[in-house]
């Protein structure tokens, strides 16, 4: 995030982007035939077993689901008749920011290709009832999967469309049971400089403090749009896009959304966020798109939209409070200054 963007492109008035993806996504499963969560599941996970072996095993980057091949099409489908244009997979696999893996977009997808995902322990601790462990085979079997089509807005002021694979963070949460100290949900990104070369040299990992570390207060990890992330676009998630499992707070700038996660802790307290410690005049702790507050050196009034017309395109659109997620979030924050908590 320490590159410049020009922002010379103007806003095209056909690109302004959709209210509520997720809500109208829904209607469009049930206009097409899927009714409802419980069929979705059924076309997204037939069996655990089944679904085990088709995302699982060392192989699992990149894995093709054949199961999840229909709810793909659809997806992209019903992305374009919300006049959303979905990012080409190629594109959300190869413009990446994960500086464990080098800080320039296209280092994750080569850096990351040996990254052993499997076997893996993700943590549930802190002030639960119930701590938990879940391993490789529990992130893709445990919760019923769902496919949610989301925007991904960086505070470069980037973004993209991508159809996510993944459960609910509230799903987790409550099979821990916070007790009434939890008030702040704390999540760290594996530390393993021998895998990381970003981790192991200042150089390629931009001199952040690491294991990268984010947060969310307790109400914003409830919000139903609040994603563990497992895979995209009908596939396991590939290494430099967080596997195995990543978070995705679509209301949120993308840096919050935290990737390759080992631990989940509940905590009293507010905890500490990477690219606050690094730069609190520019990272704040909520980091909510918000258009009337920019960066100092990136205005957040508008965003480039990564679609098929190139890096460069002039596809500028205007950007949305919340990234047009307000109906479903903006209550979380009534009362609040926006402006100074960013
Ligand atoms: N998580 C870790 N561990 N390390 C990172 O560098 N970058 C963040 C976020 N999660 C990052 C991370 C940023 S700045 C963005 S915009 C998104 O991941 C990018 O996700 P993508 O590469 O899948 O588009």
Redesign the pocket.
């Known amino acids: 995030?320490l590159i410049k963007f020009k922002s010379s492109d103007h806003i095209g008035e056909n690109q302004v982007t959709d209210e509520s993806v997720y809500h109208n996504r829904r209607d469009m499963l049930k206009k097409m035939g899927f009714v409802g969560t419980g069929a979705l599941m059924a076309a997204t996970t037939p069996s655990r077993a089944a679904s085990l072996s088709l995302f699982g095993g060392d192989q699992a980057q990149g894995a093709v689901n054949p199961n999840l091949k229909a709810l793909d099409f659809s997806a992209e489908k019903s992305a374009q008749a919300l006049g959303q244009v979905q990012t080409p997979e190629l594109k959300?696999t190869t413009?990446?920011?994960?500086?464990?893996f080098g800080t320039q977009k296209n280092q994750?997808s080569e850096l990351a290709q040996n990254f052993k995902v499997n076997p893996w322990q993700l943590k549930i601790s802190g002030h639960v009832e119930n701590e938990l462990t879940l391993d490789y085979d529990d992130l893709f079997n445990k919760f019923a999967l769902q496919e949610r089509i989301y925007r991904?807005r960086?505070?470069?002021a980037w973004s993209?469309v991508i159809p996510w694979i993944g459960f609910p963070l509230a799903e987790l949460i409550k099979l821990a049971k916070p007790t009434s100290d939890a008030k702040y949900v704390a999540f760290k990104?594996l530390y393993d400089p021998e895998q990381m070369p970003g981790q192991a040299s200042r150089r390629i990992g931009g001199g952040i403090k690491y294991p990268?570390i984010e947060g969310l207060r307790l109400d914003e990890a409830m919000n139903d749009l609040t994603l563990m992330s497992v895979g995209m676009y009908g596939k396991a998630l590939p290494n430099?896009?967080?596997a195995p499992v990543?978070l995705v707070v679509p209301w949120k700038?993308?840096?919050k959304?935290?990737?390759?996660i080992v631990s989940i802790e509940l905590t009293k307290r507010r905890p500490k966020t990477t690219w606050n410690i690094l730069a609190p005049n520019e990272y704040g702790f909520y980091a909510n798109v918000n258009p009337d507050v920019s960066h100092p050196r990136w205005s957040q009034a508008s965003e480039r939209r990564i679609t098929t017309g190139g890096l460069f395109a002039r596809n500028r659109i205007e950007t949305l409070p919340f990234n047009g997620y307000g109906e479903q979030v903006a209550h979380l924050y009534k009362g609040m200054n926006l402006r100074k908590n960013y």
């Open positions: 995030m959300a413009h990446n920011n994960f500086y464990e994750p991904l960086c505070v470069e993209m990104t990268y430099q896009n967080g990543r700038y993308g840096f959304s935290i990737k390759s």
